[in-house]
């Protein structure tokens, strides 16, 4: 089981819930009424943009495009990948958000 915590800008946490296959990091988390801010949810605007502080390498940020560091992402268009789900080990991604 794959979860995700959300933290604000500040350090709280606002919510944790289970992260599923092919699903859009921002899509889980209005699916659990946490707020990640997003405009145009499509890379463009860079509202998502998250800090990965725990587990970076389980997320398949899709930011060739972007010149983003190693523990950034951007929520709208992020997922956890695949392979992550293959076994039954339980991991925590942390993200905060920056805006």
Avoid at 85 to 90: K, Q
Wanted: with cysteine.
């Amino acid at each position: 089981m794959i979860t995700i915590t959300v933290q604000t800008p500040d350090w709280n946490v606002l919510w944790t819930f289970e992260a599923e296959k092919w699903k859009l990091l921002t899509t889980l988390a209005t699916e659990h009424n946490v707020e990640i801010p997003m405009s145009c949810g499509a890379w463009a605007c860079g509202m998502c943009l998250c800090e990965i502080l725990e587990w970076w390498e389980f997320i398949d940020k899709w930011n060739w495009f972007m010149a983003l560091e190693d523990n950034q992402v951007l929520a709208c268009i992020a997922t956890v990948k695949d392979e992550c789900f293959d076994n039954n080990v339980a991991w925590n991604v942390v993200i905060k958000r920056v805006y």
